[in-house]
């Protein structure tokens, strides 16, 4: 993700790993803010603590699960004991109130003997929860969901989980971003969701951490005539009686909690199919003029390019899709990135798309290696931008993004606490890091390097 400001890029979303596994289908590795002590400025939406813990089951033999996997930044975010494989989420949307009645199914596979184990939600009602449809007691706790089992799993066992809620769902305050509240969130016409890193939980129970990747399916009812737009591929439009409309995506690749998005709102669709390539789905706001839309035309060209640096695109689609607002910001949800209502920069249209390589596809082991993502979407961005000019801008683009490092006194790419995630040592610092190492070894060789890290 991008934050325009002060002429440097200042937030991004979407992290790679450097200290843990780096495969497309990296798993577990969890982060929690503590969302009741969370500073937040005026005017920002306030977190709901969730109920207190009900009453215990005798406790069973078995070991609990981890209530979170212990990540430098957010050692209370994700959950231990089990890997998340596919989650359903299954949500009709009340429009006029801004409230959901949500059903998510999560199946996992228990990494340890299980008594119980904890999923990521803050706020919200939870109505119920069974496990193998067999129904669990369930502690509330903050943002831990507890459900503790009269029967241990095994080691092993694979396990389906579902949860059934209701509520209006309350942005999320995030120390990394604490201008920005994250999750669910309505605007003029709809509603959005960005989450990175923390705001997945807000809409959704799961393990809320980019180690623990699932795929993914959406079933989103909503009010005719509204559409959705979400991750992956648009399977089904289903009649749903009561003049409401499921819209059913599916996203068969892995991906992050924080990475999954729904969008909600009156949208113009263009779609582009060319053989041999990737379809390119966007939605516009109707009101979003036309050449707004047409700063997205370059899509198909950049994502040769980069095939031909990186590696074949990782997912079945790609594509935009706009928010109502003039946001500064924007931000690399999983096939389809997100921007503001007035588009932006040839430069930001390909750094979110590089991201779906590194980010999206490589996800973080930990949130302190944001700058593998962030590093990297700024450097492939600016080798975008360098084609077809003369020999000497990326070299130029290069020594600018150190000039600005140096007034800055910015430190090193691998930030030391979460309030510089976003900031512009990860962006330019990890840019100049690929630059650094280009000039050592060749471009060419650079070029293998990359490929081969892919």
């Known amino acids: 993700m991008r934050r325009l400001g002060w002429g440097v890029i200042a937030l991004a979303l979407v992290a790679c790993s450097a200290g843990g596994p780096t495969t497309p289908a990296a798993q577990p590795t969890a982060t929690r803010p503590v969302v009741a002590t969370v500073t937040r400025p005026p005017g920002t939406p306030s977190v709901l ?18 209530p979170g996997l212990g990540d430098p930044f957010f050692p209370g975010l994700g959950n231990g004991g089990y890997d998340a494989l596919d989650y359903t989420i299954a949500l009709t949307v009340d429009v006029a109130t801004n409230t959901i009645n949500g059903t998510t199914t999560m199946l996992a596979r228990a990494t340890q003997l299980l008594g119980e184990f904890n999923l990521d939600l803050s706020g919200l009602n939870v109505d119920g929860a069974t496990v193998n449809d067999t129904p669990v007691a369930v502690d509330r706790l903050g943002s831990e969901l507890t459900l503790i089992l009269a029967r241990p799993l095994e080691n092993g066992s694979l396990f389906t989980t579902t949860v059934t809620y209701r509520g209006s769902p309350t942005p999320i305050a995030d120390p990394s971003i604490p201008s920005m509240p994250l999750g669910w969130q309505a605007q003029p016409g709809g509603f ?7 705001g997945a939980m807000n809409w959704f129970p799961g393990n809320n951490h980019p180690r623990d990747k699932a795929t993914f399916t959406l079933r989103i009812a909503v009010p005719r005539p509204y559409r959705v737009a979400a991750n992956g591929t648009l399977k089904a439009i289903l009649d749903a009686g009561s003049g409401l409309a499921t819209y059913v995506w599916r996203m068969d690749q892995p991906m992050a909690t924080y990475l999954a998005t729904v969008h909600i709102g009156d949208f113009d669709v263009e779609e582009t199919v060319v053989p041999g390539s990737v379809p390119i789905r966007n939605y516009f706001p109707r009101s979003v003029p036309e050449a707004t839309r047409r700063l997205f035309d370059p899509t198909g060209g950049m994502i040769a390019f980069l095939e031909g640096r990186i590696g074949r695109y990782p997912f079945d689609s790609y ?18 990135s997100i921007f503001g209502s007035r588009g932006s920069s040839e430069e930001t249209i390909c750094h979110e798309l590089v991201h779906q390589w590194f980010g999206d596809s490589i996800t973080p082991a930990t949130w302190r290696d944001v700058w593998l993502n962030e590093g990297f979407a700024t450097y492939y961005a600016a080798v975008w931008m360098a084609r077809g000019r003369s020999a000497g801008y990326l070299e130029s683009a290069m020594r600018s993004h150190y000039a600005s490092l140096s007034s800055m006194r910015a430190g090193p790419p691998y930030v030391h606490q979460a309030t510089q995630m976003f900031g512009a040592a990860s962006y330019y610092r990890g840019a100049l890091t690929l630059y650094a190492l280009r000039q050592a070894v060749g471009e060419a060789r650079f070029d293998e390097i990359i490929r081969a890290y892919y």
């Open 192 to 198: 959005f969701v960005a989450s990175e890193p923390s």
């Open 319 to 336: 594509g935009v899709v706009l928010l109502t607002g003039a946001s500064t910001w924007a931000l690399e949800t999983q096939t389809i």
């Open 49 to 66: 603590i969730a109920s207190p813990p009900a009453p215990r089951p005798t406790p069973i033999s078995a070991p609990a699960g981890a």
